[in-house]
């Protein structure tokens, strides 16, 4: 039987990679795209080339930006003197769709994890460390899972080792348990946010 | 509030504009594509290139390949004898992993519509009866809503205009009403398929 030719079969394949999308919809997807090239395809082509281009991490938090210190570590109405600690970039975006926080954040880039092998060099925590200046209080807001808290503890201890007196606080409960901050709809987040407690 | 940057927003626009894709995944897969640009977003634009430059649409029968007349229409196992007539390309993957059908393919394309303003001209109907010479039967393969019948039994009309007779089935009763040809589970399509019925 003739299977469907190589180039579509590779965009499939490449499509059915991504997150969230299975097999079935990656065909979905590849059929769309190449049912009509120049309305489907090109404008998603020139926005994965202009994003691909332009969009880089910022050296100082770790959100992806086109500029570099990024919009949020250079607003004059973000406060610089808290920083909330997240995983990853989307947590930013979960976290500024609430809008109610006013801070700076940093990505560490993951959580602690033995069994993914995953040590405290791998994760941005000695950059974190180094920009404690002016910073008053630390808030962490990793995912409430085992590695999740393990990381925050580990980051907590060492914060507290260069600079004992900064207040280290944590989303309050209200994360559901095994949850990632990334997926919390966003008057959960925005409430966890405002109610957050001593770490 | 700083909205996420324009490079980003503009790509998880696009993105959520893919079938079966909402803006949630749409935000996780632009995370995914640009937390590592070599490794995610180069093969998904490598393999994008690739297929808009290689697959085209076949001129005898519709369907997508990177040869033309594509390999349906050239494989030497395909009985020519029989078409098989189905909306988009979609239908005819569907129908090849069943490896039931062994014959050739139409994709007129959509279904007669008067909402959205398909008429007959606006389908693939013309090419279909330019193809008559030398086929036996033409199987009808249209999701079985009003719409796909009625477009159904306008084509039958032509071909017995145009070829008094040669046979025209359909597919067997067991596709689900107001179901779409493309979504069904492949045995449910087979059986269709084995027991198709004089139309």
């Given at each position: 039987m003739q299977k469907s030719p190589d180039a579509i079969e590779n965009l499939v394949k490449k499509l059915a990679?991504?997150?969230?999308?299975g097999t079935r919809s990656a065909r979905r997807i590849a059929l769309h795209l190449l049912s009509d090239k120049d309305l489907n395809m090109a404008p998603l082509e020139q926005a994965l080339a202009f994003a691909k281009e332009t969009v880089h991490a910022c050296t100082l938090c770790g959100n992806l930006d086109v500029h570099d210190p990024c919009t949020i570590c250079t607003h004059?109405?973000?406060?610089?003197s808290k920083i909330c600690v997240i995983q990853s970039v989307g947590d930013i975006w979960a976290m500024e769709r609430t809008g109610f926080y006013d801070g700076h954040y940093h990505v560490i880039g993951g959580v602690l994890s033995a069994l993914d092998g995953i040590?405290?060099?791998?994760?941005?925590i000695k950059s974190l460390l180094n920009r404690?200046?002016?910073?008053?209080e630390i808030i962490m807001a990793l995912g409430a899972t085992v590695d999740g808290q393990a990381t925050a503890h580990y980051i907590a201890e060492q914060i507290r080792t260069v600079k004992p007196d900064i207040q280290i606080s944590r989303l309050a409960?209200?994360?559901?348990?095994?949850?990632?901050?990334?997926?919390?709809?966003d008057s959960t987040l925005a409430t966890a946010m405002k109610s957050r407690a001593n770490f």
């Open positions: 990679k991504l997150p969230s999308v004059k109405h973000k406060d610089a040590t405290p060099d791998k994760l941005n404690l200046d002016n910073v008053t409960y209200g994360v559901p348990i095994g949850g990632e901050v990334e997926y919390l709809d």
